[in-house]
């Protein structure tokens, strides 16, 4: 490729480059950070697999262990070192697995312990390294130590949940998110008191003041690392610990309820304790679903020097995409400002999707035929050159897309059928509730995973637990493997990308252009190279005031295939560049 001539139009528009004025961490000196130590977890790239959606191998409609196993080469190929399962454990399924009745046991619809033990195996073997969920803020009601605990006051499992004897009159108001009526406090008459649950009336949060509780957790997370997993991602971490003489909060405290539930007393004292009894003692990886309401408690949790975690995920970001569009202006600030944060010290995630969200193309892209390929591979470039360990969800390599449900009966989703019923009694307002979900309810991201164009898109022979989105006949895995220019050849493209090029993991990250409302660019440098990240959020061809010299650098990838000799990025078109 001729590289001076692939580069003459591009030359053109980004010819006189403004360094962005305004981002002051980098213009200080090019030493490195000190947060670019180097570590495997840093380096991953990992991906979150969804089994019950992934690939069913036994015909029940639910995807299980076996079909992960049977994906092996296809999860390799991709290039991911690490895969994030979400959990597997035995479970009746309220919320799909994260209310656990034995965290020792594998669910019977996934399988058995001998599939995990040879899932794990494969997947070694391969290179790719597991890291579990593990949901310690609440169990399931079916668990052994909530059917002791509530059985009596005097039981020694009592301690093991939050409970306030009805005697002392009603407890103060607690907001549950997934509760019919947003109570988190559910009265049994068995011992005539009420327990606490944050998310649903049978996911009973765990007393984490009880040292017993604590230790039970430790010897669960050792029975997993023992078995050779390498790390956790931590569910809803951040609200394990509270204030147990449960004070009245101000009326109206649940607009805002992270600031009340999240980072409660001595929840340093736990992460620091669970680090020195088991973190420490294997090369594990840990990450947490939330990081409190600052940069400090972020920090907290995840500085080398606290001997915590390795990471933790916020949701500024994720939570800006709105049906109606969102500013790319705002997107560019959230993600330079954390990065700005953690520049020195710590280390970030870096995610737009997970099982708990809409589909990345549809939220911050553009699913219609036209574009949806291209924002896809846009969207996937994005994450694969932030600084900080990218999270990507599974589907979303094919560019998979909302399937848009609009009658409740389709959906799954616990706290959404909760919160219908809650409309319902309440007289809210039903239709526009269904308009919110059909762009943002999470099912959207839980649809099977289209791999052919088979019946069910060839997930199960079944009859699949949710319905598969129509659109599989077109999006789907076998398609684009024939086809170079898929979403899914360009992201094993950008992944290998990564892992030629260190300085996109650790490398400075410098905001370019700040003010542009429809373009992000950013380099990236670390030990002599530096990279260009030039990427259209837009339908329209918009110009970039860059300015570098690009006429001696080199092209890594364009998403359209090559560059063109216009002036201006064509619609969502991304491009990275080795400029040195
Ligand atoms: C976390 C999980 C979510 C689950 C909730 C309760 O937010 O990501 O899927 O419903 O915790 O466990």
């Given at each position: 490729?001729?590289?001076?001539?692939?580069?003459?139009?591009?030359?053109?528009?980004?010819?006189?480059?403004?360094?962005?004025?305004?981002?002051?961490?980098?213009?200080?000196?090019?030493?490195?950070?000190?947060?670019?130590?180097?570590?495997?977890?840093?380096?991953?790239?990992?991906?979150?697999?969804?089994?019950?959606?992934?690939?069913?191998?036994?015909?029940?409609?639910?995807?299980?262990?076996?079909?992960?196993?049977?994906?092996?080469?296809?999860?390799?190929?991709?290039?991911?070192?690490?895969?994030?399962?979400?959990?597997?454990?035995?479970?009746?399924?309220?919320?799909?697995?994260?209310?656990?009745?034995?965290?020792?046991?594998?669910?019977?619809?996934?399988?058995?312990?001998?599939?995990?033990?040879?899932?794990?195996?494969?997947?070694?073997?391969?290179?790719?390294?597991?890291?579990?969920?593990?949901?310690?803020?609440?169990?399931?009601?079916?668990?052994?130590?909530?059917?002791?605990?509530?059985?009596?006051?005097?039981?020694?499992?009592?301690?093991?949940?939050?409970?306030?004897?009805?005697?002392?009159?009603?407890?103060?108001?607690?907001?549950?998110?997934?509760?019919?009526?947003?109570?988190?406090?559910?009265?049994?008459?068995?011992?005539?008191?009420?327990?606490?649950?944050?998310?649903?009336?049978?996911?009973?949060?765990?007393?984490?003041?009880?040292?017993?509780?604590?230790?039970?957790?430790?010897?669960?997370?050792?029975?997993?690392?023992?078995?050779?997993?390498?790390?956790?991602?931590?569910?809803?971490?951040?609200?394990?610990?509270?204030?147990?003489?449960?004070p009245v909060w101000p009326q109206g405290f649940e607009k805002n309820f992270i600031k009340y539930y999240a980072m409660g007393p001595h929840i340093h004292d736990y992460l620091q304790e669970m680090n020195k009894q088991v973190l420490s003692k294997y090369d594990a990886m840990?990450?947490?679903?939330?990081?409190?309401?600052?940069?400090?408690?972020?920090?907290?949790?995840?500085?080398?020097?606290?001997?915590?975690?390795?990471?933790?995920?916020?949701?500024?970001?994720?939570?800006?995409?709105?049906?109606?569009?969102?500013?790319?202006?705002?997107?560019?600030?959230?993600?330079?400002?954390?990065?700005?944060?953690?520049?020195?010290?710590?280390?970030?995630?870096?995610?737009?999707?997970?099982?708990?969200?809409?589909?990345?193309?549809?939220?911050?892209?553009?699913?219609?035929?036209?574009?949806?390929?291209?924002?896809?591979?846009?969207?996937?470039?994005?994450?694969?050159?932030?600084?900080?360990?990218?999270?990507?969800?599974?589907?979303?390599?094919?560019?998979?897309?909302?399937?848009?449900?609009?009658?409740?009966?389709?959906?799954?989703?616990?706290?959404?059928?909760?919160?219908?019923?809650?409309?319902?009694?309440?007289?809210?307002?039903?239709?526009?509730?269904?308009?919110?979900?059909?762009?943002?309810?999470?099912?959207?991201?839980?649809?099977?995973?289209?791999?052919?164009?088979?019946?069910?898109?060839?997930?199960?022979?079944?009859?699949?637990?949710?319905?598969?989105?129509?659109?599989?006949?077109?999006?789907?895995?076998?398609?684009?493997?024939?086809?170079?220019?898929?979403?899914?050849?360009?992201?094993?493209?950008?992944?290998?990308?990564?892992?030629?090029?260190?300085?996109?993991?650790?490398?400075?990250?410098?905001?370019?252009?700040?003010?542009?409302?429809?373009?992000?660019?950013?380099?990236?440098?670390?030990?002599?190279?530096?990279?260009?990240?030039?990427?259209?959020?837009?339908?329209?061809?918009?110009?970039?005031?860059?300015?570098?010299?690009?006429?001696?650098?080199?092209?890594?990838?364009?998403?359209?295939?090559?560059?063109?000799?216009?002036?201006?990025?064509?619609?969502?078109?991304?491009?990275?560049?080795?400029?040195?």
């Amino acid at each position: 490729m001729n590289v001076q001539k692939l580069f003459l139009g591009l030359l053109v528009f980004v010819a006189f480059v403004l360094y962005s004025c305004s981002n002051n961490t980098d213009q200080k000196s090019a030493a490195q950070p000190g947060n670019s130590e180097r570590k495997w977890w840093k380096e991953a790239v990992v991906y979150q697999l969804y089994p019950r959606s992934f690939k069913d191998a036994d015909g029940d409609g639910i995807g299980d262990l076996k079909g992960i196993i049977s994906k092996l080469d296809y999860l390799k190929s991709l290039g991911i070192n690490v895969i994030w399962l979400n959990p597997i454990y035995q479970s009746p399924n309220d919320d799909n697995g994260y209310d656990i009745s034995d965290y020792r046991n594998i669910m019977k619809e996934f399988g058995t312990m001998a599939d995990f033990d040879s899932l794990l195996k494969g997947m070694h073997e391969r290179g790719i390294k597991l890291v579990m969920d593990l949901v310690v803020n609440h169990s399931s009601d079916e668990h052994e130590w909530f059917k002791q605990s509530r059985s009596s006051r005097n039981n020694p499992y009592r301690d093991y949940y939050h409970w306030w004897n009805a005697d002392r009159g009603k407890p103060p108001y607690r907001y549950s998110l997934f509760d019919i009526n947003h109570d988190a406090w559910r009265y049994d008459s068995l011992s005539d008191a009420y327990y606490l649950h944050y998310f649903s009336r049978k996911q009973p949060d765990l007393n984490w003041e009880n040292p017993k509780l604590r230790n039970e957790v430790y010897d669960i997370m050792k029975f997993w690392l023992d078995k050779g997993i390498d790390g956790f991602r931590l569910d809803a971490f951040q609200f394990v610990a509270k204030d147990t003489t449960f004070p009245v909060w101000p009326q109206g405290f649940e607009k805002n309820f992270i600031k009340y539930y999240a980072m409660g007393p001595h929840i340093h004292d736990y992460l620091q304790e669970m680090n020195k009894q088991v973190l420490s003692k294997y090369d594990a990886m840990s990450v947490a679903e939330g990081a409190g309401n600052s940069f400090e408690d972020a920090h907290d949790l995840v500085d080398a020097d606290r001997n915590e975690l390795n990471m933790a995920y916020a949701f500024d970001a994720v939570d800006l995409a709105k049906p109606g569009g969102y500013s790319v202006l705002k997107l560019k600030e959230i993600f330079s400002r954390w990065d700005s944060a953690f520049a020195e010290k710590g280390w970030l995630s870096i995610f737009l999707a997970n099982h708990d969200q809409a589909r990345l193309v549809t939220r911050f892209g553009n699913d219609s035929d036209s574009f949806r390929t291209i924002s896809s591979k846009m969207l996937s470039t994005f994450l694969l050159t932030m600084r900080g360990t990218p999270y990507y969800y599974n589907g979303d390599e094919l560019g998979m897309t909302n399937i848009r449900f609009d009658k409740i009966e389709d959906y799954r989703d616990m706290p959404t059928l909760n919160e219908y019923k809650h409309l319902q009694q309440t007289g809210g307002d039903i239709p526009a509730f269904m308009k919110t979900i059909s762009f943002s309810c999470r099912d959207n991201g839980r649809t099977p995973f289209q791999w052919d164009n088979t019946t069910n898109a060839g997930f199960t022979t079944g009859t699949p637990w949710i319905k598969v989105n129509p659109n599989y006949t077109t999006i789907n895995a076998a398609a684009q493997e024939k086809d170079s220019s898929s979403c899914l050849n360009y992201f094993r493209k950008l992944t290998q990308i990564r892992r030629d090029n260190l300085a996109l993991v650790y490398g400075k990250y410098t905001l370019l252009d700040k003010d542009n409302p429809d373009a992000y660019a950013y380099t990236r440098e670390w030990n002599g190279k530096k990279i260009l990240v030039l990427l259209n959020f837009r339908s329209k061809p918009v110009t970039v005031s860059a300015g570098l010299d690009v006429s001696k650098g080199k092209l890594l990838v364009d998403n359209y295939g090559g560059l063109n000799s216009g002036s201006q990025l064509r619609p969502y078109e991304a491009v990275i560049i080795a400029l040195q």
